[in-house]
C-alpha cells in the first residue's frame, strides 16, 4: 500500500501519518483491515473493488462516497486486439482517498493530476484521465472497423471482377448478385451465353 500528499499542486509519496490519497495494489490482509477502518467498507463493499466482474456503481451514505469503475488498460493491438478493463474502487471520505485495484499502477505523474489541490480534485482527475483512455479506445475500434471496411469493399471489387473476367460462367444468384451490386440483365446475359457449358 502507498500513500500519497499534495506538495505543490502534485502527488508525491509520503509516509501513511502524512498521507491522505491511498492507493492499495491488491490490498493484502493488514490493508484490507485498514481499509475497511479508515474507508468504513465491510466485506462486501472490499470484495467489489476487486471483482473483476462488478458493476460499476456510485453510493453516497453516511459521509462516505463510494465508486466502484472501470478504467481502460493499454490496448494491445498485434494479430488480435486487446482493449481490455479493469475494475478500481475509490472511497472518499472528507478530505482522504483510497483507490483499491486488484492489479496495475494509477499513474499519478500523468498531465491530468498536475493541478490537484485535495481528494476530490484527485478523484476527478483519475476519472478525467479514464475518460481520455476510453476515448483513445474508441479511436481504435474506428480505425479497425474502418480498415474490415476497405478490405470488404476490395474483396467485394476483386469478386465482382473475378465474376465479370469469367464472363459469367458462373452463375450469379440473387444474393450474390445483390451483395455485389450486378444487376440481373447483366448476370443473365452473361449466363445465356455460357449455358452450352
Known amino acids: 500500500?502507498?500513500?500519497?500528499?499534495?506538495?505543490?499542486?502534485?502527488?508525491?509519496?509520503?509516509?501513511?501519518?502524512?498521507?491522505?490519497?491511498?492507493?492499495?495494489?491488491?490490498?493484502?490482509?493488514?490493508?484490507r483491515t485498514l481499509l475497511q477502518e479508515q474507508f468504513r467498507l465491510d466485506d462486501y463493499d472490499l470484495a467489489s473493488t476487486?471483482?473483476?466482474?462488478?458493476?460499476?456503481?456510485?453510493?453516497?451514505?453516511n459521509g462516505r462516497l463510494l465508486l466502484i469503475w472501470k478504467m481502460p488498460e493499454s490496448a494491445s493491438v498485434s494479430d488480435t486486439v486487446e482493449l481490455g478493463v479493469s475494475v478500481?474502487?475509490?472511497?472518499?471520505?472528507?478530505?482522504?482517498?483510497?483507490?483499491?485495484?486488484?492489479t496495475g499502477d494509477i499513474p499519478?505523474?500523468?498531465?491530468?493530476?498536475?493541478s490537484v489541490r485535495d481528494a476530490r480534485d484527485t478523484m476527478l482527475a483519475l476519472?478525467?484521465?479514464?475518460?481520455?483512455?476510453?476515448?483513445d479506445h474508441l479511436k481504435v475500434i474506428r480505425q479497425i472497423s474502418l480498415d474490415y471496411q476497405t478490405l470488404a469493399s476490395?474483396?467485394?471489387h476483386l469478386l465482382e471482377s473475378l465474376l465479370r473476367?469469367?464472363?459469367g460462367a458462373?452463375?450469379?444468384?440473387?444474393?450474390?448478385r445483390s451483395l455485389l451490386g450486378i444487376s440481373e440483365s447483366y448476370a443473365l446475359s452473361n449466363s445465356s451465353a455460357t449455358s452450352s457449358y
Open 1 to 31: 500500500m502507498k500513500f500519497f500528499e499534495i506538495a505543490e499542486n502534485r502527488l508525491v509519496e509520503s509516509s501513511p501519518s502524512a498521507g491522505r490519497i491511498v492507493l492499495a495494489t491488491p490490498p493484502h490482509d493488514h490493508d
Open 50 to 61: 476487486l471483482d473483476a466482474d462488478e458493476v460499476p456503481r456510485l453510493e453516497v451514505s
Open 88 to 102: 478500481t474502487g475509490i472511497c472518499l471520505i472528507q478530505d482522504r482517498l483510497a483507490f483499491i485495484r486488484g
Open 108 to 114: 499519478f505523474t500523468d498531465r491530468e493530476f498536475r
Open 127 to 135: 476519472l478525467l484521465r479514464t475518460v481520455r483512455h476510453f476515448v
Open 154 to 156: 476490395s474483396g467485394l
Open 165 to 167: 473476367t469469367l464472363g
Open 170 to 176: 458462373i452463375v450469379v444468384n440473387n444474393n450474390i
